[in-house]
Nanobody, 118 residues
Framework: QVQLVESGGGLVQAGGSLRLSCAAS????????MGWYRQAPGKQRELVAT???????NYADSVKGRFTISGDNAKNTVYLQMNSLKPDDTAVYFC????????????WGQGTQVTVSS
């Protein structure tokens, strides 16, 4: 099993910044990609940003230019720097990774709440 632990959520005013972190742990696994997804009340979970172990990134159009995803392969950790936050960014943010242990599969964290007040 691969465990993901997120941190860094909280309450911030519109225009502010937050940084999320997610660390993957376990034994004998290899990560292909890690990323962040979010789910607002009454809405489906959506992709925010992903990064591969090679450093390729992908962003949702709604966060391009405001959010930056980065990773530390040695620490199996991914970060999401969120700037110029808007009330529409309010959601539970989930960390995910695609990893090989006995087979390739996706793993999910428990989620961290991000609330942006207007």
């Amino acid at each position: 099993q691969v465990q993901l632990v997120e941190s860094g959520g909280g309450l911030v005013q519109a225009g502010g910044s937050l940084r999320l972190s997610c660390a993957a742990s376990g034994s004998s696994f290899s990560i292909y990609a890690m990323g962040w997804y979010r789910q607002a009340p009454g809405k489906q979970r959506e992709l925010v940003a992903t990064i591969t172990s090679g450093g390729s990134t992908n962003y949702a159009d709604s966060v391009k230019g405001r959010f930056t995803i980065s990773g530390d392969n040695a620490k199996n950790t991914v970060y999401l720097q969120m700037n110029s936050l808007k009330p529409d960014d309010t959601a539970v943010y989930f960390c995910a990774c695609n990893a090989f242990k006995t087979n390739w599969r996706d793993y999910w964290g428990q989620g961290t709440q991000v609330t942006v007040s207007s």
